[in-house]
């Protein structure tokens, strides 16, 4: 596939994302997809890798209780033969402690055959942090 083509799956996991559309998400991932995020572990639940397309699905499932999104905004990407970087905002509001935050990421994406194989997620996870201990 072209880097354009690469750099449109991408889009259509953020647009479906943005729609709560997990199902258009899961079926443009490779069987064997990984998503990885940084973070502490204790502390920030989602902070470890999800495998396969099952791990991704309880991924959001996961996200989806602790998390209340309030803006999702993907803005630029870079495309290089099979990676595709991303770079945009998220804001969202911890559901057990009501704290917000609004942090800046990367997501690192590999396409292989028109699915995703790999996303390494890079965020503030301090704002993530203190967003948890109602900061």
């Known amino acids: 596939m072209s880097e354009q083509e690469n750099v449109g799956v991408v889009q259509q996991i953020y647009a479906a994302f943005g729609r709560g559309d997990i199902p258009a998400i899961l079926n443009l991932l490779a069987n064997n997809a990984e998503i990885t995020h940084q973070g502490p572990p204790d502390i ?73 194989v790999t996303c390494h997620v890079y965020e503030d996870t301090a704002a993530m942090v203190a967003a948890f201990r109602g900061a």
């Open 44 to 116: 920030l639940p989602w902070a470890h890798t999800y495998r396969g397309r099952e791990g991704w699905a309880q991924f959001f499932k996961d996200l989806a209780e602790i998390l209340e999104p309030l803006k999702f905004e993907p803005r630029d990407y870079v495309a290089q033969g099979e990676r595709v970087v991303a770079f945009g905002s998220f804001q969202a509001r911890i559901r057990s402690t009501g704290g917000p935050f609004d942090e800046l990421w990367a997501m690192d994406w590999v396409i292989r055959d028109g699915r995703a």
